[in-house]
């Protein structure tokens, strides 16, 4: 890994999480294009209910 590159990794994990997080690191899949609300750390109260209601279904919570 070089410097300003993405550290994606994955151990433990059942195969087809470990083979989505290996197509995540290579570039192949997207992952933003199957978030439904990206929030700010701040909202995360906001993110529990969406995401036990259904309405959200990949909610991405970010430090900022």
Known sequence: MTAGEPAVACTGAPPAIEAAVDLMGSGALWAELLLTHPLPLAEL?????????????????LPH
């Open 45 to 61: 109260p906001a993110a529990l209910p969406r995401m036990r209601s259904g309405t959200g279904l990949k909610v991405q919570v």
